[in-house]
């Protein structure tokens, strides 16, 4: 009885969080502040339900833990596409503007190219 | 000799072991047939793809991996609480976000990875970018009035401790 | 009462894919459409979880994780698209 209330709260704060990653992906405005919402909201609301997932096949039918696996992937990857998606901002000059300047002689990875390879942002991507 | 047999045998011993680990948790069992099959591929799959992979990552203490490993866990519950209150009941025109700049003392880029996965893993801060000669990483705060804070927790807290287990 | 949630989990979640696909679009970069598209695959990754808690089997774990899987490796491919010009070089 216990274990099914832990479970009923593990379920509703994995979907909540989840929704909270999907609002701030819809409401914040800057391209660089909408990152934030969904990359982390997101995988602690998955991962959330998976442990509820994995607590009640411990309680009612055959263990399993293979749950693990899929959150250990999200978690590691996570933080891969956001450093992704952060760099496609900043080479789009997105958000750019006010972008902290480095000692003389080095330049932020993203932007720093050969002048014969630079790639400028098309505008035909949209 | 043994030593260089071993080597040869076991290009990444930590590999072997989370192959195994891994086939485990795909078959959902742990009898002796996926154990068998799972040192199998442990055995198999770092030998053919070691002339890929020269250098061994030295592995930190696996005691001080497992304590930062856990304290990171409960930044990022508490932290998610933080940013879904800002998420909800900020309005756009308080959210102060802020570009940090983030001076590093690591140097190992296994260290330097771990310590951008943090950030971007705890709320608030996404690591963005780093400096072309890989001395400075650029972190993105979602609200942050007070910039410096943001960047003396980050060394303080993460950067320390990751300096403590690789350095 | 396990049902009750997961019928509530399912709305919300249902709900926060409505909201992904209106970002994705509306835009306005191409930033927020490949981080609407993750965000996507994420909620979908977080239905296929519920579907197999819901009928108690666990066939649909598998499918979890290849979706996982081909979610990241199509976010990076798009965003190294974006930056290069080029996927493979």
Not at chain 1, 96 to 108: F, I, N, Q, R, S
Not at chain 2, 30 to 49: D, R
Request: proline share 7%; hydrophobic share 55%; aromatic share 8%.
């Amino acid at each position: 009885m216990l274990i099914n209330v832990l479970i009923v709260v593990i379920l509703i704060i994995g979907a909540f969080f989840t929704l909270v990653g999907s609002v701030g992906l819809l409401k914040l405005k800057s391209p660089m502040a909408r990152l934030h919402a969904p990359t982390k909201a997101s995988t602690l609301g998955v991962g959330s339900l998976l442990l509820a997932s994995m607590i009640d096949a411990f309680a009612h039918r055959e263990p399993s833990l293979h749950e693990v696996l899929v959150m250990a992937f999200l978690f590691v990857t996570a933080p891969i596409s956001a450093n992704f998606i952060a760099k496609v901002h900043i080479h789009r000059r997105s958000n750019v503007d006010a972008l902290p300047p480095l000692p003389e002689g080095t330049e932020w990875a993203t932007l720093d190219a050969p002048p014969d390879q630079k790639i400028e942002p098309s505008e035909g991507l949209r | 000799m043994t030593r260089h047999i071993f080597k040869r045998l076991l290009p990444h011993p930590m590999l072997t072991l989370l192959l195994v680990v891994v086939w485990c948790l795909l078959n959902n069992t742990i009898g002796p047939g996926a154990i068998v099959f799972g040192a199998i591929l442990g055995l198999v799959i770092p030998a053919v793809t070691a002339p890929y992979w020269p250098d061994r990552p030295s592995v930190p203490q696996p005691w001080g991996m497992l304590v930062y490993i856990f304290i990171v866990l409960w930044d990022i519950i508490v932290a998610n609480v933080v940013v879904a209150r800002i998420i909800l009941f900020k309005s756009n025109a308080d959210m102060k976000s802020a570009w940090v700049r983030i001076p590093l003392d690591l140097r190992k880029p296994e260290a330097i990875t771990i310590l951008a996965g943090t950030i971007t893993l705890t709320p608030g801060t996404v690591s963005a970018d780093l400096s072309s000669d890989g001395t400075e990483l650029l972190v993105h705060a979602l609200h942050a009035p007070d910039p410096d804070a943001v960047r003396d927790e980050i060394k303080s807290r993460y950067e320390r401790r990751l300096k403590e287990l690789f350095e | 009462m396990i049902d009750i949630a997961l019928y509530i989990a399912f709305g919300a979640i249902g709900l926060a894919q409505v909201l992904a696909m209106v970002r994705l679009i509306l835009g306005p970069e191409i930033g927020d459409r490949i981080l609407a598209l993750d965000t996507m695959v994420i909620n979908a990754i977080a239905l296929i979880v519920l579907v197999g808690f819901y009928w108690g089997t666990q066939v649909y774990f598998e499918s979890a994780i290849i979706i996982a899987m081909l979610g990241f490796v199509s976010t990076v491919a798009l965003a190294r698209f974006v930056l290069r010009g080029d996927i493979i070089e």
